[in-house]
Each structure stands twice: as structure tokens, then as C-alpha cells.
């Protein structure tokens, strides 16, 4: 079966571990993602869906477990396949609405701060001109 972009990253790990080193100096992110994909694919799927490049992937491989049914017979958990994306310097995700929240509304902080910057700066220039003449 050949990955498409869409099935390759599956969804976000949010643990105390994946959470921790979100703040780290080096951003890392888990993502839970197809049992059969490469770093390559993973990469490609990154690139698109986030827009940014990541500095590198590392993969850790889930192995079944053990499980009690309750019968003469144990059942397994399924395979899993994590990839830890580690984003250069300066670079973060929003992962949940909330962050998504919180980064809107910098945004928002931003641009009035950007427009009330060019407005004072304007009129500094008007005042000095009309002083020089």
C-alpha cells in the first residue's frame, strides 16, 4: 500500500514527556504515524501540512503488548510507529485550539502595536520638518 501525504501523519502525541520538550531550546513534537512510512515520507508530509522544514526526525517503534481479556487467551496491543520532529531555533507549532488561540491574538497585539509604531513615527517626522522650516 503506498502513503499519501493525508495518511502519513496520523495525530499528535500529547504527553508529560512530548510537552516537556516543547519548550525546550530545540522544539521537539511527537507524532503518532503510519507503521509502513520512512523519514522521507514523513518529512514530505510535514513540510506540507506545517510549512516549515524540520532539522531532523528520529523514529521509535511501539511493539505490541500483552493485554488480559478476561480469557484463556491474551489479546495485543497494536503496533505503533512515533516520529519526534525536531524544529530548528526560533520555530514553534500551535498543537491544540488554544495555542491557536494564544498565537491569534499575539498577532492581533502585534499589528496594533506595528500601526500605533507607524503613527508616532509619522508625526515625529512631521514636527522635526515643520521645526527645521
Request: net charge positive; no cysteine; aromatic share 6%.
Amino acid at each position: 500500500m503506498t502513503n499519501t501525504i493525508s495518511n502519513v501523519i496520523l495525530k499528535p502525541v500529547f504527553t508529560e514527556k512530548s510537552e516537556a520538550f516543547k519548550y525546550a531550546e530545540k522544539k521537539k513534537y511527537y507524532f503518532i504515524v503510519d507503521v509502513s512510512a520512512n523519514k522521507d515520507q514523513i518529512k514530505n508530509a510535514f513540510i506540507s501540512i506545517y510549512m516549515t522544514e524540520p532539522e531532523a526526525i528520529n523514529i521509535l517503534r511501539r511493539k505490541p503488548t500483552r493485554v488480559k481479556t478476561g480469557t484463556r487467551h491474551p489479546g495485543y496491543t497494536k503496533t505503533k510507529k512515533i516520529a519526534i520532529i525536531t524544529l530548528p531555533k526560533g520555530i514553534s507549532l500551535a498543537m491544540t485550539d488554544e495555542e491557536v488561540k494564544e498565537d491569534k491574538k499575539e498577532i492581533k497585539q502585534e499589528k496594533k502595536m506595528t500601526s500605533t509604531r507607524k503613527v508616532v513615527s509619522d508625526k515625529t517626522s512631521d514636527s522635526e520638518d515643520k521645526e527645521s522650516k
